[in-house]
């Protein structure tokens, strides 16, 4: 059942935060394995690929019953053609930058876990009115959540207006603000636009610095290859500089990240970490950039 309904037998519509993201290339995978007769091996690599990275947000799952539900809501996810849709009523019990912590922490896992399967993805998340259940989904926000979508180009999660709002107002919680989790979560591209920081999530901070380096290269090597990909693909000139633009930007991001890693922390990371590329995207922390 979905949580709007348990949660709501009205149908009344509720506050959410709302995702509407679009697998990058799928469209044109799935048709070519149609073609290539290997549609039942595709579905199943985007199906697993969904499932595990929506497995602990997903409502009625094993790992949301062991949780106390008056304190942690799940979010409704659904996968559609090319697009996946997440929405997560607010809790008004938990403080709103605790419960956004634990969102973009939530999102940014999602968006990395999809990309390590090969799926880059581009989205947009809002805030406001939402209702989701089996028959139909409707809100503003989801509204909202598509023109963004649209509006990100590259392979990034932008925020709405009054989502960014609400991240400024946590700022003002902290006396330092570049030293709010925010100002890791979220970076700023050349084009204004704030977006979520899932290579963030590769990384954690206990006492020291660990990552996990084959995820890094992972990332880099599916980089390389659908710059490769498009780079010889049989496509007019502007559609193909189109899609390149995509990787390109990606590409400058994932080096941006890491040589900021390396910086703070005494160069840990190896030089086959970096993709040998500048594209001329540029990227900033919100607050303070490093």
């Not at 062991?66 to 849709?85: G, P, Q, T, V």
């Not at 207006?161 to 970076?187: C, T």
Request: net charge negative.
């Amino acid at each position: 059942m979905s949580i709007y309904k348990k949660e709501n037998p009205n149908k009344e519509l509720m506050r959410s935060y709302c995702l509407f993201i679009d697998l990058l290339g799928f469209s044109a995978d799935m048709l070519q394995a149609e073609l290539d007769k290997t549609y039942q091996q595709h579905f199943l690599s985007v199906y697993n690929a969904f499932y595990e990275a929506t497995n602990n947000i997903r409502y009625n799952t094993e790992f949301y019953n062991n949780i106390s539900s008056e304190l942690y809501r799940a979010w409704e996810c659904k996968l559609f053609s090319d697009n996946i849709l997440l929405g997560s009523p607010l809790n008004q019990s938990i403080h709103e930058e605790s419960l956004f912590g634990r969102i973009i922490e939530e999102i940014a896992n999602c968006q990395l876990k999809l990309t390590l399967n090969g799926y880059f993805v581009r989205g947009g998340w809002s805030i406001g009115n939402l209702y989701i259940d089996e028959v139909m989904a409707y809100g503003a926000s989801l509204v909202e959540a598509v023109g963004l979508e649209k509006k990100a180009k590259f392979p990034r999660i932008i925020l709405s207006n009054e989502m960014l709002n609400i991240v400024n107002r946590h700022f003002d919680f902290y006396k330092m603000p570049h030293e709010a989790p925010q100002n890791s979560d979220l970076l700023i591209s050349n084009d204004g636009e704030v977006f979520v920081n899932y290579l963030n999530r590769i990384i954690y901070i206990e006492e020291g610095l660990f990552y996990e380096k084959q995820d890094i290269i992972t990332h880099k090597n599916l980089i390389l290859q659908n710059l490769l990909k498009f780079e010889k693909a049989n496509l007019p000139f502007e559609e193909r500089e189109k899609i390149l633009a995509k990787y390109k930007w990606v590409a400058d991001y994932h080096n941006y990240f890491f040589k900021c890693i390396n910086k703070q922390y005494d160069d840990p990371l190896d030089s086959d970490c970096f993709i040998d590329f500048n594209f001329g995207y540029k990227f900033s922390r919100l607050k303070n950039p490093i």
